[in-house]
């Protein structure tokens, strides 16, 4: 089996797994508490995104420039999450959240997309660290306070947390590799493809859980 074609069908996964996602949040929607439908947006603009990579694949031959406009859709849907997590109360959230979109736009204006070997994007690693210092956040806030957050919560923060480490590591990896041989920085590629649609996967069962629970 060709490279092409091996591409070709974890791209299809990962498509497949954010069309799931939106289906079973649509089919909760009404259930799903106020994160959850935070989750649904997520899958929403992942699945989005995916479709406008195609059409510029055809088109251009080039989808880089999603990667920073999707860091930017990404914090922002993060950041509103978890603020209600847990950063209602405080005050320098939004103006600290209001700043990183600002950078992550100018990189989105600034990076130079048109092709590969000189594409460097800080704005995805920029977003999936400040994802990571959320995720920790909240669990340094729930253990200070003495509260306790339900099981889905948890295991949603605890599948955010693990997801953007392992991703954050792989796009920081790529853009101090970007002048290596080709096949070391797909191999980085590859991983992250194999790991985005068990992402979509763990966000799906979450709705459904959340949505399933919830109706009864």
Known sequence: MSKNLWLEILLSITTFASLIGIIVGGRFFKKL????????????????????SRILHITFFNTLIL???FAFVELLI?????NQLAFKNNRF???????LLILI??????????KFERFQSYGRVLDGFSIIFFSLYFYWKMLNNGTYE????????AGVFLFFLLNSFWFLIANFLVNTPYNVIFTIWLINMI?????????????????????Q
């Open 195 to 215: 790991t985005t649609p068990l992402f979509y996967t763990f966000l799906t069962f979450h709705l459904w859980q959340n949505g399933k629970t919830l109706k």
């Open 78 to 82: 993060f950041s509103i999450l978890y």
């Open 150 to 157: 339900n099981n889905r919560i948890l295991k949603l923060n």
């Open 93 to 99: 959230f939004k103006p600290i959240i209001g700043f």
């Open 105 to 114: 736009f100018i990189d989105i204006i600034t990076c130079d997309a048109s």
């Open 33 to 52: 508490d106020k994160c959850s439908k935070y989750v649904f947006f997520y899958l929403i603009a992942a699945f989005i995104t995916d479709l406008i």
């Open 67 to 69: 990667v920073p406009v």
